[in-house]
């Protein structure tokens, strides 16, 4: 017999192994010429592996959530047995088994088994009945005196089914029992595999390795949110709608070549810290299957609605699992909202390499002081963690204090 033995593929980028999340195909299954065998993830992405030929499966070379080196043995096929079908291969062997078979006998009438009746063990009256605390609980809520409800358990002690069979002999099958207040003792073991384990492997290293440290700011967003609303109704209807995270994307697009060292790369085993001069930003999006991070590119040469239309484009893409490793890698800083559920505060993980990520909390309502006289202003905080081995908390403030001053000021994102 001829097999062919497909191998974990290069994928470039470095990456040594990938995590097997999930097969297309199954032993004894027939497949064709390119198609897909199996899906893996590196740190970026999800990836397809194809088959190279056709044949029929005779081992997968792991379970699913397994990391697998480069070159390791991924699934092996009979390449032989491409030609053939299954039911031309099933159909010899069926009929010599009904030949071969003797006739079935009848089956036996079921038997009714009668439901177990726990031995009951008599107390002494004056003995204090055995029962867990949450046991005496649901007896009080139920009126119950324990003296009076035998135990089956060891040394007398009181079950819950002791307690159930109980009210069913005094009160009838429709007796409260009070079930939802029982024990719970169920357990759900869930694998952390595929999207959900990168991320996992990507926090613990960001906080193991980088000094983080967060500054929170406080931004009157009034005068922002009203332009918003203008530009949408007077543009809406003929360009992308504007949502805050264009404009808060141009603010930092502003204040980023005052501030080079937090659009930045840091590379802690060399030493080396890359400024960039284009601003890729990293925009976080929750997905089904976890936090993803895709990038804007060069936002730097974006307007409002340019950057609008792609940062819809590529959440969509990530939601749908349609990202690809390009659009998920080589951002340079990072913004993460959760917006209407934002919090007051929070504080932000940095997306490394990267030495620092801007988070942005919900906006709300709140009385604010101006001069002498108390009125309604719209507010939100600002979030920020950076790189405390490479940007200083005095250069983190005037970051963030240029931001803030672009958006409490609107007019300013629109110049130069």
């Not at 007796?175 to 952390?192: F, G, K, S, Y």
């Not at 060292?261 to 840091?266: D, G, I, K, S, T």
């Not at 604010?368 to 908390?393: I, K, Y």
Request: hydrophobic letters at 45%; aromatic letters at 2%; proline letters at 7%.
């Amino acid at each position: 017999m001829a097999t062919h033995a497909i191998k974990v593929p290069d994928l470039g980028e470095g990456i040594a192994e990938v995590e097997l999340v999930a097969w297309r195909v199954q032993p004894g299954d027939t497949v064709a010429e390119d198609q897909v065998l199996a899906d893996v993830m590196t740190d970026k992405a999800t990836v397809e592996i194809p088959s190279p030929v056709a044949g029929k499966v005779i081992a997968l070379g792991g379970e699913v959530g397994r990391q697998m080196a480069v070159g390791a043995e991924l699934i092996r096929l009979d390449v032989e047995a491409s030609g053939e079908t299954e039911a031309a291969r099933a159909a010899p062997a069926s009929a010599a088994a009904v030949a071969s078979s003797p006739a079935p006998s009848p089956a036996p009438a079921p038997t009714q088994i009668p439901t177990p009746v726990p031995a009951e063990r008599t107390r002494p009256s004056s003995a204090k009945p055995l029962a867990s605390p949450a046991l005496r609980h649901r007896a009080t809520l139920l009126g119950i005196d324990l003296q009076q409800v035998p135990g089956s358990g060891d040394q007398g002690r009181i079950l819950h089914e002791d307690l159930d069979a109980w009210l069913v002999r005094r009160h009838g099958p429709t007796a409260p029992t009070a079930a939802t207040l029982a024990e719970r003792n169920d357990e759900e073991a869930v694998p952390i595999t595929g999207v959900r384990r990168r991320i996992a492997q990507r926090m613990q290293d960001a906080m193991r390795r980088i000094p983080h440290f967060t500054y929170v700011e406080e931004i009157d967003v009034t005068e922002l949110e009203l332009l918003r609303a203008r530009i949408n109704e007077r543009w809406g209807a003929e360009r992308a709608h504007l949502t805050l995270l264009p404009l808060l994307v141009r603010a930092v697009v502003l204040a980023v070549p005052r501030f080079p060292q937090v659009n930045a790369r840091f590379d802690d085993e060399k030493g080396v810290l890359t400024r960039h001069g284009a601003v890729h930003v990293g925009i976080a999006t929750q997905t089904a299957a976890g936090l993803m991070v895709p990038v804007l590119r060069h936002a730097e040469a974006r307007d409002l609605w340019s950057s609008a239309t792609e940062i819809a484009r590529l959440a969509d893409a990530a939601r749908a699992g349609r990202a690809t490793r390009d659009e998920l890698s080589g951002s340079t800083i990072t913004l993460t909202s959760l917006g209407a559920l934002g919090g007051i505060a929070s504080t932000p993980i940095i997306n490394a390499p990267e030495v620092a990520i801007v988070g942005v909390n919900r906006i709300v309502q709140r009385p604010v002081m101006q001069g002498v006289a108390v009125v309604a202003r719209r507010m939100m905080n600002l979030s920020s963690s950076f790189d405390h081995r490479v940007v200083d908390g005095q250069l983190a403030a005037e970051f963030i204090q240029a931001v803030r001053a672009s958006l409490e000021c609107p007019a300013l994102l629109f110049i130069e």
